[in-house]
């Protein structure tokens, strides 16, 4: 009976701490976004700076949530001794003085990043996400094995097979479609995905199934952006800096 007693308190706190570590909103995949900025210039922003010739981030999004917490304002202050490689790594496009961009990215991705006691902070979320892009080093990667921008087109596998003989993973890339008509789409977006350590995962791998009557909001977030999912079996063009 005692021996009864003790396996069943052990199983009661092994499952409490699960439940604390994995609760059932907790995001499970974190998605690391890059943008080539020629293309995302070139999607009807009359104000735009596109005279940028690498990828940049677009965000750092995790794979449930959307506002998290409204009452966790942006604060710059917080975020200082990052902000001279914020700008370069992840410029505001449309508006390079503003810190307009990273307010948007933390409210709508940072505090649900944030449910996450290695990201629970404004400091931890923008830093994570700036040691993840450097250590990527996807721009020099495409470079390296010459997928680079050209008049020429490429082959979505081309592209797709750079980045998973590289990294290992599997990313999902995204394309403008000018027109059903057109005959090529244009290289806009590329995600690589990681587990929450921090470790690679395949994006389009699915770690658990999104509870009943949430949606997936990942999905929802392409669905504004202008970039959708690349077609196999059409050429991609990847544009020259402007």
């Known amino acids: 009976m005692r021996l009864c007693s003790l396996l069943l308190l052990c199983l009661a706190a092994y499952?409490?701490?699960s439940y604390v570590i994995s609760p059932p909103h907790m995001w499970t995949k974190l998605i690391l976004t890059h943008h080539w900025p020629s293309t995302?210039?070139?999607m009807e922003h009359p104000v735009c700076h596109p005279n940028i010739s690498y990828w940049t981030l677009h965000g750092l999004w995790p794979d449930k949530g959307i506002d998290c917490n409204s009452s966790w304002h942006f604060n710059s202050s917080e975020i200082e001794d990052l902000l001279p490689d914020m700008k370069k790594s992840w410029p505001d496009l449309l508006s390079p003085m503003s810190t307009g961009f990273w307010k948007y990215e933390w409210h709508k991705?940072?505090?649900?990043?944030?449910k996450a006691e290695s990201l629970d902070s404004q400091h931890k979320y923008f830093s994570k996400a700036l040691e993840l892009?450097?250590?990527l080093d996807l721009?020099?990667?495409l470079t390296k094995f010459d997928i680079i921008p050209s008049e020429n087109y490429y082959k979505l596998s081309q592209i797709e097979g750079v980045i998973e003989n590289f990294y290992s993973v599997k990313p999902k890339i995204q394309c403008v479609h000018p027109?059903?008509?057109a005959g090529f789409q244009i290289l806009g977006q590329i995600e690589i995905c990681f587990n929450s350590d921090?470790?690679?995962?395949d994006c389009e791998k699915h770690l658990t199934t999104t509870p009943k009557?949430?949606?997936d909001n990942h999905i929802a977030v392409h669905k504004t952006s202008g970039f959708s999912v690349c077609d196999q079996d059409v050429p991609v063009y990847y544009p020259t800096p402007s």
């Open 109 to 114: 991705h940072g505090t649900c990043a944030a």
């Open 139 to 141: 721009d020099s990667i």
């Open 213 to 215: 009557g949430h949606l």
């Open 40 to 42: 995302f210039c070139g």
């Open 15 to 17: 499952l409490s701490s």
């Open 179 to 181: 027109s059903k008509n």
């Open 133 to 135: 892009y450097h250590k």
């Open 198 to 201: 921090f470790t690679l995962l």
